[in-house]
């Protein structure tokens, strides 16, 4: 039978296979459901073969860890040289607040930092504007001067730790104030490592948190990549995102196709502008979220990884393998935490958490159980951090590169959705790319209809959620509450009235009407954000010069 070529030879073993024990077994137990998907509605069969990946080289699809096209990984020896860098999403209230976070999860073993900022301060208000009021410190810290972020990172060896900002439009001018922050303690900028998030595009397709308009966003994004590779050559100056992308509800493909595609219009206006792909492509970054379904999540990290080193090999003719690698940062599924039930959230991190390591992911933020209701306490925080020790001291999987490798599910799930994602470049090529893809809303349509199709699905008990929708118990949920102090918040605005008091009036005038003039004008506008960070300019003042050029922007409706 077959002769022989294995292929002939595995589909008669399969087909017999089907007619018999397969048959039998149907007949006794038929299978739970009549169709099996992934999270994202991607059909699975019941068994894959060699029979399912019939184009699949090992030598060229696969390779090895640590060479093009890096599917297996972007380091030969992978976790086994080195673990991902635990960076534990933080920040709450108060400088202060945060401040005394960080220094509780250094203690407990994290290894690089990440800063959640508050809602003003996403948007570029000060504390105490009017549009701030009753949004200090509630979903991340409030930083709205220099003296704010001297006082978060007090006692902290910013030379030493790596620093992760999850800000995006204000991003310039956050970073700068780190930037003179380390100045003032003499801290070379050629040491600082760290990431700004700086990824504006999925801001207007999916997180919603702009202030300008599309085009001199992306202005402002590039004079980041511009400054950063001349001054600050160890720091990412964006990490392009499908977090949020995934979180507003895509699919994984959606997440994984509209990042990709991102990045690769951050690569097109960078070379617009003059730069060298090779001089500021090794300092991008990505962050992917990590939703329930482990192989799912495994095969997309894989398929970023080989689709973004072609694409910049040979799309856009880098030589540097760094400009190849996609690195990136896991963050779990935030949008799967369910306030039922809390305690459950740990093992749904974990299963999240495991997926971003098989994966083969550069970095992870593991979420707290409690994060349905706040953001986390303490006890919830340091369960998430055990989460990944465990994971990468006593599981095992931090002992060979890309366990999953080689295996025909994984394969061909790694197969498929890269080229679900290649359709998809397509379809936003054929609407004349990203920003006319944004304002005709084809983005945002995307995500709608897949976030619609997967609550449908809950509602109607076609997925299961634990505790949910299923196995559900009329339990009260015990979760200790974080609260954030009155007092925190008078501190933060009587700081603000003695710096606009005590500062240098002159100074701070001539710096802003400065930024104003470079904003009107084509020059990189860095230099002169830091110059008015370095004359106290407020995060409000600094923006709200941007605004007085630039203007705001308002997403067009859609119906």
């Known amino acids: ?18 007619e018999t024990t397969l048959k039998a077994a149907l007949k006794n137990a038929p299978e739970r459901r009549k169709e099996f998907t992934t999270t994202s509605f991607i059909p699975i069969r019941r068994l894959y073969t060699p029979l399912d990946i019939p184009a699949f080289d090992p030598a060229k699809d696969l390779g090895a860890p640590g060479e093009y096209p890096f599917t297996r990984g972007i380091h030969p020896t992978m976790h086994r040289g080195r673990l991902w860098t635990m960076r534990m999403f933080s920040g709450f209230g108060s400088a202060e607040d945060t401040n005394r976070r960080f220094k509780y999860l250094i203690a407990h073993g994290e290894t690089g930092l990440s800063t959640a900022f508050d809602m003003p301060t996403l948007y570029g208000y000060d504390t105490d504007d009017a549009e701030a009021f009753g949004e200090f410190g509630t979903c991340g810290v409030a930083v709205s001067s220099l003296r704010d972020m001297e006082i978060l990172f007090g006692g902290i060896d910013v030379g030493a730790i790596s620093t992760s900002m999850t800000i995006n439009s204000p991003a310039a001018v956050l970073w700068a104030m780190y930037l003179v922050m380390a100045e003032k303690r003499k801290v070379p900028w050629t040491k600082l490592r760290g990431t700004i998030q700086n990824d504006i595009l999925k801001e207007y397709q999916a997180q919603k948190e702009w202030i300008f308009p599309p085009e001199p966003s992306m202005r402002l994004v590039v004079d980041t990549f511009e400054f950063g590779a001349k001054k600050v050559p160890q720091w990412n100056t964006i990490s392009i995102s499908g977090y949020h992308i995934r979180e507003a509800g895509a699919t994984a493909v959606q997440e994984l196709a509209f990042t990709l595609r991102n990045g690769i219009e951050y690569v097109k206006w960078g070379i617009e502008r003059g730069l060298k792909v090779d001089d500021f492509a090794p300092r991008l970054s990505f962050f992917f979220n990590s939703h329930n379904d482990l192989f799912e999540e495994s095969a997309k990290y894989r398929a970023a990884r080989r689709i973004w080193a072609r694409e910049m090999r040979e799309t856009f003719g880098a030589k540097s393998p760094r400009s190849w690698w996609l690195r990136f940062h896991t963050q779990t599924a935030g949008v799967s935490l369910a306030k039922q039930q809390p305690l459950n959230n740990i093992v749904r991190t974990t299963v999240q958490a495991l997926a971003a390591v098989l994966g083969g ?25 055990r989460t990944q020790q465990i994971l990468a001291h006593e599981s095992g999987v931090a002992n060979t590169a890309d366990p999953l490798g080689g295996s025909y599910f994984v394969e061909w799930l790694t197969d498929y959705m890269e080229d679900e994602a290649y359709k998809y470049f397509d379809r936003v090529e054929a609407l004349g790319g990203v920003l006319p893809a944004i304002r005709k809303g084809f983005f945002q349509q995307e995500i709608a209809n897949s976030a619609y199709r997967y609550q449908k699905e809950v509602e109607e008990k076609e997925r299961t959620i634990v505790g949910v929708n299923d196995y559900v118990d009329e339990e009260e949920t015990d979760v200790t509450r974080l609260r954030i102090s009155k007092a925190a918040y008078e501190r933060q605005v009587a700081r603000l009235k003695r710096i606009r008091r005590e500062r240098n009036k002159a100074r701070w005038e001539k710096s802003l009407a400065a930024l104003h003039e470079a904003a009107e004008g084509t020059e990189n506008m860095m230099p002169h954000i830091v110059a008015a960070v370095r004359a106290e300019a407020t995060l409000g003042e600094i923006c709200d010069t941007l605004r007085d050029v630039f203007g705001t922007w308002e997403e067009p409706l859609l119906y």
């Open 1 to 18: 039978m077959g002769g022989e070529d294995p292929l002939a030879r595995l589909r008669d073993r399969v087909m017999a296979w089907e």
């Open 361 to 385: 992911t550069q970095s992870l933020h593991t979420n707290s159980y409690d994060e349905a209701y706040q953001v986390p306490n303490e006890e919830a925080v340091r369960i998430a951090l």
